[in-house]
């Protein structure tokens, strides 16, 4: 059979489940198809129940304790600042990482070059983010591909567990 | 509190007022992440990343739509987004035979018409194809009016009409005597 074949009982089907709907009007029907097709009849009778066994999913709901998951997850932001809320998450995962990398940085002395210059006493305070360029060029000072990565790691599971 | 005074405070990033709409929305958001992720902790999983979106993005709401279909809309993006990236875009595993409530019935529609089983409605209809199921569960589920539902999957109303039939034709097909445990084998 081609798709030929099947076009009309298609059609009339969708006008049958859009009528069911209250979506079209009943004199869009194509009834002598329907008169001829007992199986867009059968269509047509087993809307009802159709309807009512998709609606057994309205029964589902959210677990009780599903809002104050979002709400921890959902804190305001403290007062004096925007008032956006910060969304917990991955991004805080990547903020402890990166307590724990300036951290480990500020002791051992490695991050010299990649924190922003102090203003000389007296002079000209560089541009806030001149300290970019060590990254491309670092001159003298560890670049951070300098730091072993084991470091890293066992400075962030310290501020974890101090975190904890 | 009206739901003007609750936009502004979304966009301010008020957290009672997320609540208050999570208290009307959360349970379709829910219900409609669970049609498409099929799982109860993907679902808890994605409806907690829209009501965190909603905050993000309350702004961005321009009133042409309502405000739940806005939220509709929101929701399916994320679901799909998140069932493209899982790659579970396929047809969900059948049950086994043995649970397959429609075995030795009198009448197949009569025993789902009577069965009011959300979980195994969900089961069954996440077998249809995620854009069929979606338009047939805002039909039903939601009871939106074609035009919405348009609205919420950003389709002409004629896909949706279609989506809809299809969906229907495709749940009769699923719950004809024997279909399941057939398709098992």
Not at chain 1, 66 to 78: D, K, Q, T
Request: overall charge positive.
């Amino acid at each position: 059979m081609t798709a030929d074949f099947f076009e009309p009982c298609t059609r009339v089907r969708e006008r049958l489940s859009a009528r069911f709907d209250g979506e079209v009007a009943a004199g869009g029907l194509d009834l002598e198809h329907l008169g001829a097709c007992p199986a867009c009849r059968e269509f047509a009778g087993s809307l009802p129940a159709l309807a009512a066994h998709a609606r057994g999913a309205r029964a589902a709901g959210p677990p009780a304790d599903l809002w104050s998951r979002i709400e921890a997850r959902a804190v305001p932001a403290p007062a004096g600042s925007s008032g956006r809320p910060v969304a917990h998450g991955v991004s805080s995962g990547v903020a402890r990482a990166a307590a724990a990398l300036v951290g480990f940085l500020g002791v051992s002395g490695a991050g010299s070059a990649l924190l922003p210059p102090r203003a000389p006493a007296g002079g000209v305070r560089p541009h806030p983010l001149a300290f970019l360029s060590a990254l491309a060029e670092p001159a003298g000072g560890a670049p951070l591909r300098g730091v072993p990565e084991d470091h890293l790691l066992r400075a962030i599971a310290a501020r974890e567990e101090t975190d904890r | 509190m009206d739901s003007e005074e609750r936009l502004s405070r979304l966009c301010a990033g008020d957290v009672r007022a997320l609540e208050d709409c999570y208290r009307e929305h959360g349970a379709r958001v829910y219900r409609l992440c669970l049609q498409v992720l099929a799982q109860a902790a993907d679902a808890e999983d994605a409806t907690q990343e829209v009501f965190l979106r909603i905050l993000d993005r309350a702004r961005q709401f321009d009133g042409r739509s309502s405000f739940s279909t806005w939220l509709y809309r929101l929701t399916v993006n994320l679901c799909l987004h998140r069932v493209e990236r899982s790659r579970t875009r396929r047809a969900l595993p059948l049950p086994p035979a043995s649970e397959d409530p429609m075995d030795g019935g009198p009448s197949p529609l009569e025993l789902a018409a009577r069965r009011d089983d959300a979980a195994r409605a969900l089961r069954l209809l996440a077998r249809l194809p995620v854009d069929q199921r979606l338009a047939l569960h805002l039909r039903e589920v939601e009871g939106l009016a074609y035009r919405e539902i348009a609205d919420a999957l950003e389709v002409p109303v004629g896909t949706v009409m279609s989506r809809i039939s299809r969906a229907r034709e495709g749940l009769s097909r699923l719950l004809r005597p024997g279909c399941l445990s057939r398709s098992v084998s």
